[in-house]
Nanobody, 126 residues
Framework: QVQLGESGGGLVQAGGSLRLSCAAS????????MGWFRQAPGKEREFVAA????????AYGDSVKGRFTISRDNAKNTVYLQMNNLKPEDTAVYYC???????????????????WGQGTQVTVSS
C-alpha cells in the first residue's frame, strides 16, 4: 500500500557528505513515522535514524549521532538523510522504511516497520 524509492547513494571519500532521499507514495505521507536502516556485508540490519510525522521528534543510532540528520518534507512526500563526516564503516546499503503503527515516537527496530524500499548503496573510501 505504501511504496518507497531511495536515491542519492554513491561513492564518496572519508570526511565527505552525502544526502539520501526517499520518496513515498500510496498513502498520506504525514500520517506515519519514517526511518533509515543500513546493512553492510556480513552484518545485521542496523538502525540509523527515524523521524515522526511532524518532523519534530527524531531518533539516531549511536554510531551516527552528531554526523547524520534526518528530516522530512511532507508537501513532497519525501524523507531525507543528510550524512556528514562520512567514515569507511558507514559503507552499506541504506534502506528507507515506514512504520504505520506510530505517529509520535520513532521505533528503532526493523520489526517495528511495515514497508521497505529497495535500498541505495553508499560507499565511503579512505
Amino acid at each position: 500500500q505504501v511504496q518507497l524509492g531511495e536515491s542519492g547513494g554513491g561513492l564518496v571519500q572519508a570526511g565527505g557528505s552525502l544526502r539520501l532521499s526517499c520518496a513515498a507514495s500510496g498513502r498520506t505521507f504525514s500520517s506515519y513515522v519514517m526511518g533509515w536502516f543500513r546493512q553492510a556485508p556480513g552484518k545485521e540490519r542496523e538502525f540509523v535514524a527515524a523521524v515522526n510525522l511532524s518532523g519534530g521528534v527524531t531518533a539516531y543510532g549511536d554510531s551516527v549521532k552528531g554526523r547524520f540528520t534526518i528530516s522530512r518534507d511532507n508537501a513532497k512526500n519525501t524523507v531525507y538523510l543528510q550524512m556528514n563526516n562520512l567514515k569507511p564503516e558507514d559503507t552499506a546499503v541504506y534502506y528507507c522504511a515506514v512504520d504505520d503503527d506510530r505517529s509520535w515516537y520513532p521505533g528503532t527496530y526493523p520489526y517495528q516497520y511495515d514497508y521497505w524500499g529497495q535500498g541505495t548503496q553508499v560507499t565511503v573510501s579512505s
